[in-house]
């Protein structure tokens, strides 16, 4: 187990995405603008009309993905997760009319209408991901 803390706090984030928009493109995007390198994502609600993500299959000491991407009517119900030295690990829950998916977000997934999103900043820690024996990110100190 590792675990990094601080209590200095910088800005809180509102986005609102349109119609068309990418979603982790644009996050990427209003993140670096901003000059944040470190946040948490805290809310996120909308619809999507693409959606891309994938979800782990196995059971394997090493990732054995299965990549997503569908396009019909999605309705967001929640999405949280970390931004790490300017890199966003975000998963979602949302659903379909007949069902629902949860995975780990990917470029492509498209709003229909809005979507709405806050991200706090996190100052005096300066944290990115790094690879262990099996390929899988973990968190660690610049």
């Known amino acids: 187990m590792r675990s990094f803390v601080t209590d200095n706090y910088g800005r809180f984030v509102v986005l609102h995405l349109s119609k068309g928009d990418l979603v ?3 996050i990427k ?4 603008r901003l000059g944040i390198k470190n946040a948490v994502m805290l809310s996120a609600i909308g619809s999507l009309r693409k959606l891309s993500f994938h979800t782990i299959t ?25 931004v790490l030295n300017g890199e966003p690990h975000i998963h979602l829950i949302c659903s379909d009319p007949k069902q629902m998916y949860l995975g780990h977000l990917e470029p492509g997934s498209e709003v229909q209408y809005l979507m709405e999103m806050s991200f706090l900043e996190v100052l005096d820690l300066d944290l990115t ?9 973990y968190i660690d100190e610049k």
């Open 29 to 32: 995007e209003e993140l670096s």
């Open 24 to 26: 982790l493109e644009s």
């Open 129 to 137: 991901r790094r690879k262990d024996q099996f390929g899988i990110p």
């Open 58 to 82: 196995e059971l394997t000491d090493v990732s054995v993905d299965e990549f997503v991407t569908l396009e019909r009517p999605f309705e967001l119900g929640a999405m949280q997760g970390l």
